[in-house]
């Protein structure tokens, strides 16, 4: 799995307990008690607790909307030291990147406010150039020389609006011959998503990439932002001009911060383009605290014992494995993670959804929703159904927790259940006009639908696109699931309404883009009929 994946199950890691929290942060430091327990929680609730929110037992990773990873204490430390007193961010920048490239062997480092601001930030600094003249156009690049960005179409991804924001024209490729015609006087940059198919030997590795870039003087940015760092860089030394990570994952960084390395001209411009300078990224201020936690990290990260930390997932999923095993009819593996990205291993639960009644996603939704909450992943077909467990941002005590609950869901005995739908008390076919009350706003969508029995086909037409639209119907309860796709964006609608009066009114669930509701009513067409007669030829008269 890697970070570009949307999480089924939505939460909020937990901190209570972590083998990683600074106690002088979460409770009292040399210098009196924290302020943040005077009013947010008490000895016996966790600030979380306090707001009414529940923790989350993390089995996922390190995924932004859970929180990102658990900062190193390395981390809470620098933060604490550094508050307190004032600095000039230029020389801090410039500090911090001399020491980076101390650490990593680069050329130069940065830290911006994550990964993304970072892309944001070196798209930018390729558009501008250090110019500041330039700087304060963006976005408005009309009279701007570089205002294209290329991207090979398979790195085309969610994370990539970082980079339109500046305002540049995408260029999508396919092969290097594509790229080769796509280079002009315009093109700013390259961009380039780590995975398997930027890998050598691939059409568009980052090696052929860099081989057609580097007579135009065309820089390469590469998003590395899930991965483990390497020393020296190894992008870098396959040709990439910056690398960016993001702070808040594998490094156990701030989750607010990123990491970019490589050339140092070029990251003295992004430098330029980002908070504290007036322009394009003053939205994206990385401050000071953050800005030398992500230093603590990476100085972590050359001392860290990684076999050790290895080790003790390994550990834990093992203990959760045994537990899983005793259930007749579940078999359990490990997996070792493929690529760079989300280095971790993977327990894999598996068996027959017929035998114990029930699916990988619906256990997965069960521990979601229910304490004690616990994101893992799931998945599901006729014959096998399983889910899966990923290690790295649990905490001592996690295991035996979630070898418990699992046990207990798995282990219920559970009456076969019935596929047999209800019989359905409505018929649907036709043309829909459909009203939704977005959060702050209206918009008018159509359904051209057809039913057959309990089930619904067709087309929904949304804001900017058509696409296909399936659902079932149940006496008079509708679901209907679509999904609207555009270049490295993917948003999925699911209708769940009820039918009354020629009418369907509900709820739209839209994943990582909350809720909306909906009031859906027959289109009407005029009763009158009409002869047509079509001429015989060109009119004589316009």
Request: net charge neutral; with cysteine; aromatic share 6%.
């Amino acid at each position: 799995m890697n970070r570009r994946e949307i999480m089924k199950h939505l939460g909020v890691m937990p901190i209570a307990g972590s083998f990683l929290a600074s106690e002088s942060l979460l409770g009292h430091t040399a210098q009196g008690p924290s302020l943040m327990n005077k009013n947010l929680f008490s000895p016996t609730q966790s600030i979380y607790e306090g707001l009414g929110i529940d923790t989350i037992i993390n089995c996922r990773g390190t995924f932004t909307i859970l929180g990102g990873s658990t900062e190193r204490p390395e981390v809470l430390e620098a933060i604490e030291a550094a508050s307190g007193y004032f600095v000039q961010y230029d020389e801090l920048a410039y500090g911090i990147g001399k020491r980076l490239s101390e650490l990593t062997k680069a050329d130069w480092g940065m830290v911006s406010a994550g990964c993304a601001a970072g892309l944001k930030h070196v798209t930018a600094a390729c558009v501008a150039g250090g110019n500041p003249e330039k700087l304060i156009q963006i976005p408005n690049l009309e009279k701007l020389d570089k205002t294209e960005v290329i991207i090979p179409r398979y790195s085309r991804n969610v994370y990539d609006h970082a980079i339109r924001n500046v305002g540049v024209t995408v260029v999508m490729v396919d092969s290097p011959e594509e790229m080769e015609r796509a280079i002009n006087s315009k093109t700013a940059m390259i961009y380039i998503n780590s995975g398997r198919r930027s890998e050598k030997g691939q059409p568009l590795s980052l090696e052929k990439i860099v081989e057609i870039a580097k007579p135009h003087g065309v820089p390469v940015l590469l998003d590395a932002a899930a991965e483990n760092l390497t020393i020296p860089c190894v992008h870098l030394e396959r040709g990439a001009t910056v690398v960016a990570y993001s702070g808040g994952k594998a490094i156990c960084g701030p989750q607010c911060a990123g990491l970019l390395l490589g050339d140092k001209d070029l990251l003295m411009s992004a430098w330029q383009a980002s908070s504290p300078h007036h322009g394009p990224g003053r939205d994206n201020k990385v401050g000071k605290e953050e800005m030398l936690g992500m230093l603590a990290a990476v100085e972590a990260w050359t001392t860290r014992d990684h076999e050790k930390e290895w080790a003790t997932w390994i550990s834990w999923l093992e203990e959760i494995s045994k537990k899983m095993e005793k259930i007749q009819g579940i078999t359990t593996e490990i997996k070792q993670p493929q690529g760079r990205s989300n280095l971790a291993p993977v327990l894999h639960v598996k068996w027959n959804p017929t035998q114990l009644h029930i699916t990988g996603d619906e256990v997965a939704e069960e521990v979601a929703r229910n304490k004690p909450r616990i994101a893992i992943g799931s998945s599901s077909n006729e014959s096998e159904t399983s889910i899966n467990i990923t290690p790295n941002q649990m905490r001592p005590g996690n295991a035996k927790v979630v070898a418990e609950r699992l046990h207990g869901i798995l282990s219920k005995k559970r009456s076969p259940r019935s596929d047999k739908l209800a019989e359905p008390k409505v018929d649907l076919t036709g043309h829909w006009e459909v009203n939704i009350d977005f959060l702050s706003s209206k918009s008018t969508h159509m359904f051209f639908l057809e039913q057959k029995g309990n089930w619904i086909k067709g087309l929904h037409k949304s804001d900017f696109a058509m696409q296909e639209i399936m659902g079932m119907v149940e006496e008079d309860s509708v679901k209907l699931r679509s999904n609207y796709r555009i270049p490295g964006n993917h948003i999925s609608y699911w209708f769940s309404g009820q039918v009354s009066n020629e009418s369907i009114s509900g709820s739209i669930f839209l994943g990582e883009y909350l809720t909306a509701k909906f009031t859906a009513k027959r289109s009407k067409y005029s009763e009158k009929n009409t002869p047509i007669v079509i001429p015989g030829g060109p009119p004589l008269a316009t």
